[in-house]
């Protein structure tokens, strides 16, 4: 079968350093470029972790590329609080050559896109690079096969009672590709927050003896402990591989066809995603999740990366 052209632009982060993972140690898929957006961290921390993570995962030949330094109108916020201050405290990598690719995010995001058909662009993290890389060139919308996102939520948020984090810290961003005409899937909270890294997971993951095992849970480990400080939860929600296990195994989420839209006021509803159901849609909504087969797929990765 032929392997699905990806794009990840992600800001890891905890969460998203199992998406990449998951990318990384798939037969299904060819990471063709990584982008890095500043969201969990700052640009220079989420690069830096997007690096040391390829070197770990044996694919530091992927062209890396550092993203926008903040947002497209907005000031930058980021989450210390969830992902610490090098944006994925607990893990202590080796120290790896740094090699970035010379160009900005959206260039690569625009080059790798033009070369290659029917790629699919995932973003586990603000959507500035992705919106930026339309504005430029807004011809190559024609040429993405598919834009799949971890962000917003059918009901509540987590930053605010409104908004998710990755729409909320940039909304314009968010808006420009959800009008961009082309197809979306959403993973939303209201999925990824039924997908909990509890005990049970914790055990299961601690019995695979292989290095992908061993990162998953000591990083895992400083993400429980931050989410239950945070947000009170007792264990913490594994948002961003739901991308990714979407596009390897059909058989995890269910969707529903909706209109998405983005608010971009500045109200305390800014960075909400109003999911539509009787109006021309835009997006696959991800509605239910299948949690056994979702960890089977995290644990099989975590076996293949040696
Ligand atoms: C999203 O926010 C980030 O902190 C996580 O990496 C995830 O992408 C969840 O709201
Ligand atoms: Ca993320």
Redesign the pocket.
């Known amino acids: 079968m032929k392997r699905r052209n990806i794009i990840l632009d992600c800001?890891?982060?905890?969460?998203?350093a199992i998406a990449l993972l998951l990318c990384c140690y798939s037969d299904k898929l060819n990471l063709l470029a990584v982008t890095t957006a500043a969201?969990?961290q700052t640009i220079e921390k989420t690069t830096r972790n997007a690096n040391n993570l390829l070197h770990f995962f044996n694919s530091q030949n992927i062209p890396l590329a550092m993203g926008a330094s903040s947002p497209l109108v907005r000031p930058i916020q980021t989450?210390p609080e969830?992902?610490g201050e090098s944006g994925l405290d607990g893990f202590d990598f080796p120290l790896y050559e740094e090699h970035y690719d010379k160009r900005e995010g959206y260039q690569l995001i625009i080059d790798t896109i033009k070369e290659n058909d029917d790629v699919t662009v995932i973003t586990?993290?603000p959507m500035t690079n992705l919106a930026k890389a339309i504005k430029a060139e807004p011809n190559i919308t024609s040429r993405i096969k598919e834009i799949v996102l971890?962000?917003g939520s059918t009901t509540e948020g987590?930053?605010t009672k409104a908004a998710?984090?990755?729409i909320l810290v940039d909304p314009e961003a968010a808006d420009i590709c959800f009008s961009s005409g082309v197809p979306l899937r959403m993973l939303g909270?209201n999925v990824?927050r039924k997908i909990l890294v509890d005990d049970k997971v914790m055990l299961e993951a601690s019995k695979i003896k292989t290095r992908g095992g061993d990162l998953f849970v000591k990083l895992m480990k400083v993400f429980n402990e931050n989410q239950r400080k945070f947000f009170g939860l007792t264990a913490g929600?594994l948002?961003?591989p739901a991308t990714v296990i979407s596009l390897i195994d059909d058989e995890v989420f269910t969707f529903k066809d909706m209109q998405v839209k983005i608010d971009i006021s500045n109200t305390d509803l800014v960075g909400k995603t109003y999911c539509l159901l009787d109006k021309p849609h835009n997006t696959k909504v991800a509605i239910e999740v299948n949690l056994d087969k979702y960890w089977e797929n995290i644990y099989s990765a975590l076996r293949r990366c040696k």
């Open positions: 800001d890891p982060g905890h969460d998203d969201g969990n989450c969830i992902h586990t993290g971890m962000g987590n930053i998710e984090f990755n909270l990824t929600p948002h961003d």
